[in-house]
């Protein structure tokens, strides 16, 4: 909730005591990061995951890969920033990732 991709049903949301829908979401998004303990992908695009509903340039999505130390697998997927990624369900808590295709 606090991201904002859901709106409380009940109740309120603030920050510093002032309700989160006085802020703009794309001036929120842009000065609040989340750090969560359990990284997770979209299944969505390598370029989805990457720019997580920002709209980045080409470049800036290179640049973003190549700081995580990523571009170098990802230009090996058939299809670049451009492969969909599904989630492969496993017994027991954790997730595995993989392309579709």
Do not use: K
């Amino acid at each position: 909730m606090l991201l904002r991709f859901y709106q409380a049903q009940s109740g309120r949301v603030t920050l510093d005591g002032v309700e989160l829908s006085r802020f703009g979401d794309a001036h929120f998004r842009a000065d609040v990061g989340l750090m969560p303990q359990d990284p997770f992908l979209l299944a969505s695009s390598v370029r989805d995951n990457i720019s997580v509903g920002r709209a980045l340039g080409q470049a800036e999505i290179e640049t973003a890969a190549r700081a995580t130390h990523c571009h170098d697998p990802i230009v090996q997927l058939e299809q670049g920033i451009y492969q969909r990624l599904c989630l492969l369900q496993q017994l027991g808590e954790s997730s595995v990732f993989g392309s579709d295709g």
